[in-house]
């Protein structure tokens, strides 16, 4: 069963403005720990923000928050002030920490961000 | 020091060939991971090596075969594959699993190999 869905194949916004990624999953472990990361074009995946479900505050890292709703099990990436460079494929993953496979990570399937000069 | 490092960056190789990629990690981290990535399609897991030891085989074909030798090396020996085999795959680290903690077991990523077998 599909843990992770990002519903929005690709998406466009314009340079300098704030654009939302969804990303909605589900899970019967009470802990467990959400994650975002960027891939550019060159394939390497870029670790951007952490959100723990125990945390009491939704998680930021500079321009990168995340708007953690647990009722709702979204974590939406909320990226500010876009840049040029922030084109690139987006990832969702989250870990579940109570299962014996330990650090794995599943993955959604991905949003391709386009940011328009 | 937060970097993952993958050779090579690009691989061609014949279905009857044997190759190997390698993966290593100076962070002290005991868990490494070998990830399949098709065009368009988030990464898929291959291997988990915990301490050395393997950990998780997600059923992956017997013609990879996934080697750790020390706690900064990671190998995937390549042999007889065919073309579907055709990826991005990437090396991943993290600290090893333990009771829950923020950010600190996040896996960090090497570049990937771009392996086209022909």
């Known amino acids: 069963a599909q843990k992770i869905t990002q519903t929005q194949p690709g998406m466009f916004v314009q340079e300098k403005e704030a654009v939302t990624l969804d990303c909605t999953y589900d899970t019967s472990d009470p802990s467990y720990g959400l994650f975002w990361y960027k891939q550019p074009s060159s394939g390497e995946m870029i670790f951007l923000i952490y959100?723990?479900?125990?945390?009491?505050q939704n998680a930021t890292e500079g321009r990168y928050s995340l708007n953690f709703q647990k009722a709702r099990k979204s974590a939406n990436l909320v990226i500010s002030a876009s840049q040029l460079g922030d084109s690139a494929m987006y990832f969702c993953?989250?870990?579940?920490?109570?299962?014996?496979?330990?650090?794995?990570?599943?993955f959604g399937g991905g949003t391709r961000l386009m940011v328009k000069p | 020091d937060t970097e993952v490092t993958q050779t090579p960056k690009h691989l061609v190789m014949g279905m009857t060939n044997k190759k190997s990629l390698k993966c290593e990690q100076h962070m002290g981290h005991r868990a490494m991971y070998w990830y399949k990535q098709k065009a368009k399609k988030p990464p898929e897991l291959m291997f988990v090596?915990?301490?050395?030891?393997?950990?998780i085989n997600e059923s992956v074909p017997s013609r990879f075969s996934p080697e750790c030798p020390n706690s900064s090396l990671l190998n995937l020996h390549l042999h007889a594959l065919q073309p579907e085999d055709s990826a991005l795959y990437l090396c991943?680290?993290?600290?090893?699993?333990?009771?829950?903690?923020?950010?600190?077991?996040?896996?960090?990523f090497g570049p990937g190999t771009r392996l086209t077998v022909t």
């Open positions: 090596y915990s301490y050395e030891k393997l950990s």
């Open positions: 993953a989250m870990r579940e920490l109570n299962n014996n496979a330990g650090n794995m990570l599943t």
């Open positions: 991943a680290s993290s600290q090893t699993p333990g009771t829950s903690g923020r950010g600190e077991r996040e896996q960090y």
């Open positions: 959100q723990g479900s125990y945390d009491q």
